[in-house]
């Protein structure tokens, strides 16, 4: 499956800058800020939030991830290569889902603040640094951290002026927000939206990344450092078990592996080679 950081969901990467002291993908948008930042879109329809989707499918996307750890790792890697991590940083992952970049960041002091407790306790296996938080208030002191990282769970946030104030607030006066999200427009978010709604309970609608985003990022007082697109695949070993990685992940309990197949082909493209498929 091909990712561009708008991520695989479809990322869109946005590298921020405090301002307070002072990255696209095909699929994703990496955005890096420091001290002022905020990227959404807009979609019609009414539609669940993370908290809520996440309690009702968490179980099934935290197998897919337990099952498959590695099918994500370049999408992973994009973001914490773009983060200029040194040692001794705090770093804040949120929402972490299931700590997922936990392994990525052996020996940090790495807080994962995820407001799903269907993520919050299995997460607790992977790191001993996991803080629940609720409406996007975060359990952290001011200019307490170095970097936060976000990956792939913006576009379930609705009001993402108020998430990055609070990653403002926490972040301290030379700090950097590293986001990658899905990228409004993209083929990711016709996938999800069309594709993997129809066949969830959940159902599934965003607010992705795009102008609307960058706004709400200048309105926290950020400043984007940077703003493009990033290459990425999601992989497994043959095409079957990438098939049976995305059915899971994303809860698609009305579609078998066949039409799961068939979808992903039509709006993705899947490559399978002797190093297996992506």
Request: glycine residues 8%.
């Amino acid at each position: 499956i091909d990712g561009k950081s708008y991520s695989s969901e479809s990322q869109s990467s946005v590298f921020v800058r405090s301002r307070y002291d002072s990255a696209r993908t095909d699929m994703s948008i990496l955005l890096s800020c420091q001290g002022i930042a905020n990227m959404s879109g807009t979609t019609d329809g009414p539609v669940i939030g993370y908290e809520e989707i996440f309690d009702l499918r968490g179980k099934l996307y935290h197998q897919a991830m337990q099952a498959f750890p590695r099918a994500r790792e370049e999408e992973f890697l994009n973001v914490i290569e773009h983060a200029s991590i040194k040692p001794g940083m705090t770093i804040v992952d949120v929402p972490s889902g299931g700590a997922y970049l936990a392994p990525y960041l052996p020996g940090s002091n790495l807080i994962s603040l995820e407001s799903s407790h269907a993520f919050a306790e299995p997460a607790k296996n992977s790191t001993e640094s996991v803080l629940t938080y609720k409406d996007n208030a975060f359990p952290l002191g001011r200019q307490s951290v170095d970097r936060v990282l976000s990956i792939a769970g913006m576009h379930h946030i609705a009001d993402k002026q108020q998430f990055f104030s609070e990653v403002y607030r926490i972040l301290k006066p030379d700090g950097l927000l590293v986001a990658a999200d899905v990228a409004e427009g993209s083929p990711v978010r016709t996938f999800l939206d069309e594709f993997v709604g129809k066949y969830s309970d959940t159902g599934h609608s965003g607010w992705y990344f795009g102008d609307n985003t960058r706004r709400e990022i200048n309105n926290s007082h950020f400043e984007i450092v940077q703003d493009r697109l990033l290459q990425y695949h999601w992989r497994a070993p043959d095409k079957q078990q990438l098939v049976k990685f995305c059915r899971t992940l994303f809860g698609m309990v009305h579609a078998d592996d066949d039409i799961t197949e068939e979808g992903i082909g039509d709006y993705l493209g899947l490559k399978e080679d002797a190093n297996g498929c992506r």
